[in-house]
């Protein structure tokens, strides 16, 4: 712990010097330097105590002090990323610096070096729009809710059920937002203006614990569906990463599957249940938690015993895609359509489908983060999520609510 601590340290100490390095030479004494640097000052020490907290307070504070926990995070990433950004700019103008003082070498020339070139200037602007970038993620960016739309092709669903519609949702972590925001209950009621026929919520209702629901449970009541609302549990909805005693875990598991039972979702805990339309069948599979380097309650076989899902279409919601790599896909279960979140698709990114353009860091951790996957006419959609955790805002990569039509393919 104290290893990796001093290690990001120095990372982040090496940016600081890296973007100040940026900041001098796009000001000087001409430029009130002396208030300028005494605000940069602030902002590192900002950056720093966020930093500190973030690192060593985490595991408490986030359940003892969610609010200021937020403020920090919020100020950490709106500070430091345009500082990331401009520190990356230093190094290629210091490579540039070091490449003319080398040609100036090799020719015996001693004409004077530029302090701020081109690079310095689009440096600025880049850090500039990255902070205006961040700063909307934080405000609105968290509340721009975007309904994505998909039509998935089944081979072996029977025509009654053909374009059944399914909205899935995942990932409100509701511990994340201060009270109940207006934005998110208008969210809420416009997917009941979508009139789907069945509700599917894929994990992680809260942060750390059960209580983080209770002032939504109105909210989530009046979500209707004619078919019926489902719902799994994702990793985070444990209470495994808050500084409980084991009884308080297990009361907050408990009141969270009370509570999943109270907004009007079955809870669907290694089970199925099936859709049935003028004789015909399709089957709905929920497990639990199953992820690489997350907790595995997940048991697919027992969710699927006694469902037929060998000789029905069959839908399987499992919280973290990984769990569709490792026991699903390549007909290592007989799952058409399977429903996941976890990613957040890092809540960071750019996406342009015309362009082709579709970047993550969560790409960096996961082979598949968000949208609709296909192997071997088998299907995986992973949902953007709803909420946010960690970073309190979301740029580039908004929050989602999926419609999925399934239709014989």
Same mark, same amino acid.
């Given at each position: 712990?104290?290893?990796?601590?001093?290690?990001?340290?120095?990372?982040?100490? *090496?940016?600081?010097?890296?973007?100040?390095?940026?900041? &001098?030479?796009?000001?000087?004494?001409?430029?009130?330097?002396?208030?300028?640097?005494?605000?940069?000052?602030?902002?590192?020490? #900002?950056?720093?105590?966020?930093?500190?907290?973030?690192?060593?307070?985490?595991?408490?504070?986030?359940?003892?002090?969610?609010?200021?926990? *937020?403020?920090?995070?919020?100020?950490?990433?709106?500070?430091?990323? =345009?500082?990331?950004?401009?520190?990356?700019?230093?190094?290629?103008?210091?490579?540039?610096?070091?490449?003319?003082?080398?040609?100036? #070498?090799?020719?015996?020339?001693?004409?004077?070096?530029?302090?701020?070139?081109?690079?310095?200037?689009?440096?600025?602007?880049?850090?500039?729009?990255?902070?205006?970038?961040?700063?909307?993620?934080?405000?609105?960016?968290?509340?721009?809710?975007?309904?994505?739309?998909?039509?998935?092709?089944?081979?072996?669903?029977?025509?009654?059920?053909?374009?059944?519609?399914?909205?899935?949702? *995942?990932?409100?972590?509701?511990?994340?937002?201060?009270?109940?925001?207006? =934005?998110?209950?208008?969210?809420?009621?416009?997917?009941?203006?979508?009139? =789907?026929?069945?509700?599917?919520?894929?994990?992680?209702?809260?942060?750390?614990?059960?209580?983080?629901?209770?002032?939504?449970?109105?909210?989530?009541?009046?979500?209707?569906?004619?078919? &019926?609302?489902?719902?799994?549990?994702?990793?985070?909805?444990?209470?495994?990463?808050?500084?409980?005693?084991?009884?308080?875990?297990?009361?907050?598991?408990?009141?969270?599957?009370?509570?999943?039972?109270?907004?009007?979702?079955?809870?669907?805990?290694?089970?199925?249940?099936?859709?049935?339309?003028?004789?015909?069948?399709?089957?709905?599979?929920?497990?639990?938690?199953?992820?690489?380097?997350?907790?595995?309650?997940?048991?697919?076989?027992?969710?699927?015993?006694?469902?037929?899902?060998?000789?029905?279409?069959?839908?399987?919601?499992?919280?973290?895609?990984?769990?569709?790599?490792?026991?699903?896909?390549?007909?290592?279960?007989?799952?058409?359509?399977?429903?996941?979140?976890?990613?957040?698709?890092?809540?960071? &990114?750019?996406?342009?489908?015309?362009?082709?353009?579709?970047?993550?860091? *969560?790409?960096?951790?996961?082979?598949?983060?968000?949208?609709?996957?296909?192997?071997?006419?088998?299907?995986?959609?992973?949902?953007?999520?709803?909420?946010?955790?960690?970073?309190?805002?979301?740029?580039?990569?908004?929050?989602?609510?999926?419609?999925?039509?399934?239709?014989?393919?």
């Amino acid at each position: 712990m104290i290893f990796a601590f001093l290690f990001l340290s120095v990372i982040l100490a *090496s940016i600081e010097w890296l973007s100040f390095r940026l900041l &001098g030479r796009k000001f000087d004494r001409r430029h009130n330097w002396f208030q300028i640097r005494w605000v940069w000052l602030v902002l590192v020490a #900002v950056i720093w105590i966020a930093f500190v907290i973030n690192g060593f307070m985490w595991p408490t504070w986030r359940s003892t002090h969610p609010r200021l926990l *937020s403020v920090l995070s919020i100020s950490f990433f709106v500070i430091f990323i =345009p500082k990331l950004v401009m520190a990356v700019f230093e190094v290629f103008e210091l490579v540039r610096m070091g490449g003319s003082k080398a040609i100036n #070498v090799a020719m015996g020339s001693a004409r004077p070096i530029s302090r701020q070139s081109f690079l310095t200037q689009l440096g600025f602007g880049a850090a500039g729009f990255t902070f205006s970038s961040f700063l909307y993620g934080v405000t609105w960016g968290k509340y721009a809710f975007r309904v994505e739309r998909l039509t998935v092709p089944i081979v072996n669903l029977p025509e009654v059920f053909n374009g059944l519609k399914l909205v899935q949702i *995942s990932d409100a972590h509701l511990g994340s937002f201060m009270n109940t925001p207006r =934005p998110v209950l208008d969210a809420l009621e416009q997917i009941n203006a979508l009139q =789907p026929d069945v509700i599917l919520f894929t994990g992680d209702l809260v942060n750390t614990h059960a209580n983080e629901a209770e002032a939504w449970i109105d909210a989530f009541r009046m979500l209707h569906a004619p078919m &019926g609302k489902f719902s799994i549990l994702g990793n985070h909805d444990y209470a495994d990463y808050g500084p409980f005693e084991e009884s308080e875990r297990e009361d907050s598991r408990k009141r969270i599957k009370e509570i999943h039972e109270e907004m009007g979702f079955r809870l669907l805990l290694n089970e199925h249940h099936h859709f049935e339309r003028e004789g015909e069948r399709i089957a709905l599979v929920g497990v639990e938690n199953w992820g690489k380097g997350f907790r595995r309650s997940g048991d697919l076989n027992a969710a699927m015993k006694g469902s037929d899902a060998d000789k029905l279409c069959a839908i399987l919601m499992t919280h973290d895609p990984t769990h569709w790599e490792e026991e699903v896909m390549d007909d290592k279960a007989p799952i058409d359509l399977t429903l996941s979140g976890h990613t957040h698709g890092m809540q960071f &990114g750019i996406e342009i489908p015309w362009l082709g353009i579709k970047w993550s860091p *969560s790409q960096w951790r996961y082979k598949r983060w968000a949208g609709l996957y296909q192997e071997s006419g088998q299907f995986l959609h992973i949902n953007r999520g709803f909420g946010v955790l960690g970073f309190h805002g979301r740029v580039g990569m908004p929050p989602e609510i999926t419609v999925l039509e399934i239709e014989q393919a």
